[in-house]
Each structure stands twice: as structure tokens, then as C-alpha cells.
T-cell receptor
Framework: DAKTTQPPSMDCAEGRAANLPCNHS???????VYWYRQIHSQGPQYIIH???NNETNEMASLIITEDRKSSTLILPHATLRDTAVYYC??????????FGAGTRLTVKP | DVKVTQSSRYLVKRTGEKVFLECVQD?????MFWYRQDPGLGLRLIYF???????EKGDIPEGYSVSREKKERFSLILESASTNQTSMYLC?????????????FGSGTRLTVV
């Protein structure tokens, strides 16, 4: 079973920030939080990962709460091409990634 | 660009056929994985391998086997294809070290068993 909980769907207006939440209340101290996204008919694409600190790259920002029990993926200026299913996963050693149902993000004009 | 290449994008096979799905990665990754994805069920892990000739069962290994004779190649085998194995199959690879840059997925093979 996936160790994370995400809302099944979210909408976001084009150009606005998309904030996708994830709960991982049973996360262990050495487990990383990963985010992937899957655009229709393609394989999932890695977005970002983090352990304790907030992280930012060219695609997104990852905010992890101090107790590490939840995180938020932020797409700062969502575009129509960001419409996808977003998966939040916790994993320690890169060999046990279980994908849940994810959040279907729809970016609307 | 780093790549995971799956040999076929679409495949149609008959019930009872032996089916080979091939996956090759060029990143020198230790780990390789096979998932299947079905509507409403998400991605489910079939098998994974963390080294040559090593394999581990995932959540749904029944009806499948795998082969990893070389580091860069991981094959999924359907010994006797059945209609309930009609699905999208996704291969992925990764470094073994936790905290590395996650999995790289192939584009998928959509298998239809008739």
C-alpha cells in the first residue's frame, strides 16, 4: 500500500500557483519524499525530492513540514501543459517506490 | 539525455502466447523495475531487480517472470498471456542510493491480449 495520502483531484487557473498537498504521517526518519507527474499516455516523470529541507528546482518547489508528516508541491506559475496526475511517494533506498492514485491536476485557461 | 527505452509502444498478442517485453537503460543504473498501470488501480509493481541476475517480487508477480542477464536490460515475460494481462506496462530504472534522482521511466508498452 502507498504510504501517502493525496486529494484525488484539483483545479488551478493558468498562471497561478498550484499547491498540491500530500500527507505521509508514517514517514521514517531516513525516507525521502519524491514527487512525480504523469501526463496522459506517458511514463511518470521525476519532478523533485527532499528529506527535511525545502527544495527548489526549475520545475517546482517542495515544502516539507518540520515534523515531516506532510509536504506540498508548488508549481509557481501553472500552465496548461502542467495538467497531469501528480504522485507523492516516500522511499528510503530507491527500490520500493509504491505509487498511489495521485492527484489529478487540471489547469484551466 | 538519459533514457529508458521500451522495445514496443503497442503490442497485440493472442491468449496463450509467450510474450517478451524488453527494457534497456543507458544510465548504468543498478535498479530496474516493471510496473503495470490500469485505470483506477494506478501503477502496481510487478518485479524489480537491484543487480544482474537478481530479482525480487513486487505486489503482483503472478503470471509474470523477469530476466536480467545484463545490467542495462530487464525483460518482463508473460509465460502464457491472458486477457487480464491487457494493460500499460512501464519500465523504470534508478540508482540504488537513496536520495538520488528518483526513477526514470520508459514511455510504456500498451499490451492488448486478444
Amino acid at each position: 500500500d502507498a504510504k501517502t495520502t493525496q486529494p484525488p483531484s484539483m483545479d488551478c487557473a493558468e498562471g497561478r500557483a498550484a499547491n498540491l498537498p500530500c500527507n505521509h504521517s508514517t514517514i521514517s526518519g531516513n525516507e525521502y519524499v519524491y514527487w512525480y507527474r504523469q501526463i496522459h499516455s506517458q511514463g511518470p516523470q521525476y519532478i523533485i525530492h527532499g528529506l527535511k529541507n525545502n527544495e527548489t528546482n526549475e520545475m517546482a518547489s517542495l515544502i516539507i513540514t518540520e515534523d515531516r508528516k506532510s509536504s506540498t508541491l508548488i508549481l509557481p506559475h501553472a500552465t496548461l501543459r502542467d495538467t497531469a496526475v501528480y504522485y507523492c511517494i516516500v522511499d528510503y533506498n530507491n527500490n520500493d517506490m509504491r505509487f498511489g492514485a495521485g492527484t489529478r491536476l487540471t489547469v484551466k485557461p | 539525455d538519459v533514457k529508458v527505452t521500451q522495445s514496443s509502444r503497442y503490442l497485440v498478442k493472442r491468449t496463450g502466447e509467450k510474450v517478451f517485453l524488453e527494457c534497456v537503460q543507458d544510465m548504468d543504473h543498478e535498479n530496474m523495475f516493471w510496473y503495470r498501470q490500469d485505470p483506477g488501480l494506478g501503477l502496481r509493481l510487478i518485479y524489480f531487480s537491484y543487480d544482474v541476475k537478481m530479482k525480487e517480487k513486487g505486489d503482483i508477480p503472478e503470471g509474470y517472470s523477469v530476466s536480467r542477464e545484463k545490467k542495462e536490460r530487464f525483460s518482463l515475460i508473460l509465460e502464457s498471456a491472458s486477457t487480464n494481462q491487457t494493460s500499460m506496462y512501464l519500465c523504470a530504472s534508478s540508482f540504488v542510493v537513496g536520495g538520488s534522482y528518483g526513477y526514470t521511466f520508459g514511455s510504456g508498452t500498451r499490451l492488448t491480449v486478444v
